[in-house]
């Protein structure tokens, strides 16, 4: 379900106090007057919507949220190590979620954990000696 919010600017002011008040995930801000644009925004919006966002963090640091792992929902740890490298998923040892998916946070998971859209994945390797 995507929320498309029209905007109808009255005055600079009111525009920033719309970008204050608190949206639904997945919402569009739209400024355009044509309907056609409108509608174009929506269809897009509606076919990335089986899309989550995934967002890495490594050990000791914050995690980083400028530039998440766009993957399809239903995906879990062991496309996301494919993502990053071919190696990761045989040297994979577990990984710590953060977000909608785990039950408590963080939750020690396994490979086949399915995450959800906006959680925060640090994957553990194993050592030379595991």
Known sequence: LCYIFRFIPICSSSFFFFLMIRRPPRSTLSSSSAASD???????????????RIFTKK??????????FVVKSRADCEHICNRIHQDLKARFKYAMVWGASAKHQPQRVGIN??????????????????
């Open 38 to 52: 409108v509608y174009k925004r929506q269809v897009s919006t509606q076919s990335t919507g089986d899309m989550i």
């Open 59 to 68: 050990h000791g640091a914050h995690p980083d949220f400028v530039k998440p």
């Open 113 to 130: 954990h399915v995450l959800e859209d906006e959680d925060v994945l640090q994957i553990v390797l194993k050592t030379a000696n595991e």
